[in-house]
């Protein structure tokens, strides 16, 4: 155990480097390995023969897609580690453990009034994460990292910036509050940054180096994955789609601007028109069921959001000509009736790509495998299962 | 000659990594080029030394900035190798020759008819190619690549792909017309992606291995620089900022769209406005002259343009929150009159930047060093001195 935590962290050695892409992917042959670390066939093989004889590495079941002989599939001893993801969400906080072979252990929902303070959340963090480790039997410094995904841009060394959906932990420091309570290197991000990692790793975008993800959920979020990483940008807010400004004399948005993508096309905002029209309080997913069903007024609103979603990814394509889209959040479990305008309006939008000249690749466009949280707690695990967003070694 | 030639082009070898790392500074310290290629302090020494025997790698005058030992600065042998750059504009060519140590050789510009076939431009470049070698004393073949920079976004393979400068060339195969004509490598790329590697190399993004580039002249174009790369989406038509849609219900594009940014402000259409309004020709140097000038009318014409400008740029800083933008172009030039609300609307429609985390970077905007055409010139022998964009290798 102390071994993999040692190479885990090592990001000179190549030792350490295999180990990583061995936990990012789950279970890779030596020949993945050596494309995605970047190492000489022969030294991902001579390396792969010591790890596997500390039992750090172990051969898996299951052959390798393609022609040709079929290659060893190799993952992580799931012995040798865990991990646990923590997402911090509108009145609850969930908490996954899993192993280095990305098997769920542990997941426990807690439900806390809407307002909880960051201390409340480090406390529960706390008390939950000890008796889930008692329960499967480890202590909880020997997990390798805890990642949490929260609401919220942050900064690189983990401050909560401007927050659409927990304002009042704008500027929290989130390495300060928790590494007091947690024995165990913390990462931090934003929770669509972390939904992306969570479809690199187990969803729609695995094996998938460069693409962008929108989220249509009860706020819009999104991330940019390039090369195998989520882009960040200079202070940590890249990627926030639901501020796309679409109409400088539009609605005013929380966040000081006008006219925003999210204010045309949030949940939050859909089922609010959807009460106004009917009279009675409508949830998301009440919401979701019937647009999916084609009921008039929730077919229509949803067209109209479509449109309006597509003409902002229309904008990100442009800009960015990424090689593939991927579409998450409750709306996209609304079906076609959402899917199918918003491809449509994305097309429209998008610079039109070229018709003369034959074979050239486009966009493509599909759909998330997460669509409830899960994308959001799994994303947290993957943080550090990726080394990704790190705020917080662990303490001396 | 042979041997550079050779270690420029190979991939693999780390004195190749090397010798192209130098190519691309121009100049450049131990300590850097470790930096830039990822090659151990120990490594670059020894090879260095090797290199400086051969005659491949000189001493240069200067010392670098900072604090301690002045570092001794190292450049490529600038009789080691030359490269050239083509500019195909509208009705000209330009033809440039560097040194290795990005020193202009020779500097030739061609007029043409506006609606040059590329079997013209291709006959002029190697005509003029020709000529321009022997006057410098070496023979065509002998030239590390021939860099194309061209007013469209092009295929990896080098095929135009929509193009609203040059539409006559739409689906052409750049590769196949000048390959048969020329006797070395072939890059090429768009203008736009030209100039940021220019800016890159000679101009205001030097050290910067992040920035988007937003390029305001006839048309509107830009690129996006991450990791020292430009970047070049899925099939070449990244960062047509031109192209993003402000207004779905705004006037027709040639590009098949409606609204796009480049009807609001591109320079051929406010030049256009401005002679209906004086009611006599004006070119695009006398309205930068008198928009610089302060005359009411441009004055009005050329904020107008800022504010929607600085709307797109905003979605951009949005979607990437970049370090850094760099604004070029001719309006550019224009000054403080379309720069200070180009940068007031930007500030103004990018999502707003925390202010209750102290001290976090935000994207900083600085005007290009290249405002003419020298920066798409200088950007094709950057294609060459980069590897950028290659669609040709030497014929056997």
């Known amino acids: 155990m102390q071994e993999i935590n040692k190479l885990f962290l090592d990001e000179d050695l190549p030792a350490g480097r295999l180990v990583r892409g061995l936990a990012a992917s789950g279970a890779a042959t030596a020949a993945q390995l050596s494309k995605a670390t970047g190492l000489g066939r022969s030294t991902v093989s001579t390396i792969l023969g010591d790890l596997r004889e500390a039992r750090i590495v172990i051969d898996v079941d299951g052959r390798t897609n393609g022609f040709g002989r079929p290659s060893q599939l190799l993952s992580l001893n799931p012995d040798m580690g865990r991990c646990a993801g923590v997402l911090l969400g509108l009145g609850e906080i969930r908490i996954v453990i899993c192993d280095m072979t990305h098997t769920v252990l542990s997941d426990v929902q807690i439900h806390l009034s809407r307002d909880y303070t960051p201390q409340d959340a480090a406390d529960t963090v706390r008390r939950s994460l000890d008796a889930q480790c008692r329960t499967i039997g480890i202590s909880q410094e020997k997990l390798l990292g805890v990642g949490i995904a929260i609401s919220a841009p942050l900064s690189f060394d983990g401050k909560v910036l401007n927050s659409d959906v927990l304002p009042s932990w704008a500027g929290v420091d989130i390495a300060e509050i928790f590494a007091s309570r947690l024995d165990c290197p913390l990462h931090a991000e934003n929770e669509s940054h972390c939904g992306a990692l969570a ?24 991330a940019i994955v390039r090369d195998n990483a989520v882009v960040r940008g200079v202070n940590g807010s890249a990627a926030e789609f639901g501020h796309i400004v679409l109409d400088p004399q539009g609605p005013h948005c929380r966040c000081g601007n006008r006219g925003c993508l999210k204010g045309h096309v949030a949940g939050d905002y859909l089922i ?8 009675e309080p409508v949830t998301i997913d009440q919401f979701v069921e019937r647009a999916a069903e084609g009921q008039m007024v929730y077919r229509r609103l949803i067209e109209d959001a479509a449109e309006k979603a597509g003409w902002g990814m229309g904008i990100i394509g442009t800009i960015l000509n990424p090689p593939l889209f991927v579409i998450a959040g409750k709306l996209a479990a609304i079906g076609k009736n959402f899917l199918e305008p918003l491809e449509r309006s994305l097309r429209r939008y998008m610079l039109p790509q070229p018709e003369n000249v034959s074979g050239l690749p486009i966009p493509r466009f599909v759909v998330a495998r997460f669509l409830g949280n899960d994308d959001t707690v799994m994303g947290a695990v993957a943080l550090v299962l990726r080394q990704h967003g790190k705020i917080a070694s662990r303490p001396m």
Chains 1, 2 share one sequence.
Do not use: P, Y
């Open 199 to 222: 479809e690199m790793t187990w969803g729609a975008a695995i094996g998938e180096a460069d693409f962008v993800l929108c989220k249509f959920d009860l706020g819009v979020g999104g």
């Open 272 to 279: 609010r028109l959807a009460q106004d029209i009917i009279g």
